[in-house]
């Protein structure tokens, strides 16, 4: 990227484009409940001051939040355009440093943003605690099929993967807590 770009990135970057790259990164398969993971969410307008905030609506819990809900963002005293500039060059594979001089700030200052950012934001599962016998043998032979399942079944065996698909979904519901769903 030329010098010449980064000094317009501000100024190109509008409201709607820092609440569209925050969904992009939050919820970059689709938008889902911060509170149940239910991806049957509507849109439910917009915030009254944030223009380009959308407010979402959960049918599966009634939960009702918008873009910055539980994010960082939505309690950080620092200007939404910092964090999402900040959001962009971690896009960009910037380190914190180069981020820093790009925006003015102090290195240590950046170090804690991208932190928060990975952690509250960019994270796209809750963190499990592995406890015990942990397998993840069949996880790379299912991860790596890249769409040749009989190449995976010809590895792992047809048993295999049903058993692993099986836990796998298992371990989700725990997660989730699903209230009514089996
Ligand atoms: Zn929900």
């Known amino acids: 990227m030329a010098a010449s770009d ?3 990135l501000s100024g190109m970057l509008d409201d709607a484009k820092y609440f569209a790259l925050v969904r992009q990164h939050r919820w970059p398969a689709g938008v889902r409940c911060p509170v149940c993971a239910s991806g049957a969410v509507i ?11 959308q407010r979402y609506r959960c049918k599966t819990c009634s939960g009702r939040f918008d873009d910055l809900t539980g994010t960082v963002l939505a309690r950080h005293h620092q200007p939404l355009r910092v964090w999402v500039l900040c959001l962009y060059f971690m896009g960009l594979n910037l380190s914190s440093r180069q981020i820093a001089l790009e925006l003015g700030l102090d290195g240590s200052d950046v170090q804690a943003m991208t932190e928060q950012l990975r952690r509250g934001l960019v994270a796209k599962a809750p963190t499990v ?13 299912v991860a790596g099929h890249k769409g040749q399942p009989a190449a995976v079944a010809k590895r792992g065996g047809l048993d295999g ?3 692993w698909q099986a836990r796998r979904a298992a371990a989700r519901w725990r997660r989730t807590s699903h209230p009514s769903s089996v």
């Open 129 to 141: 605690e592995l406890k015990g016998e942990v397998e993840i043998d069949e996880v790379y032979v």
């Open 6 to 8: 980064l000094i317009n």
């Open 161 to 163: 993967a049903a058993s």
């Open 43 to 53: 849109r439910d307008g917009h915030d009254h001051t944030q223009l380009y905030r």
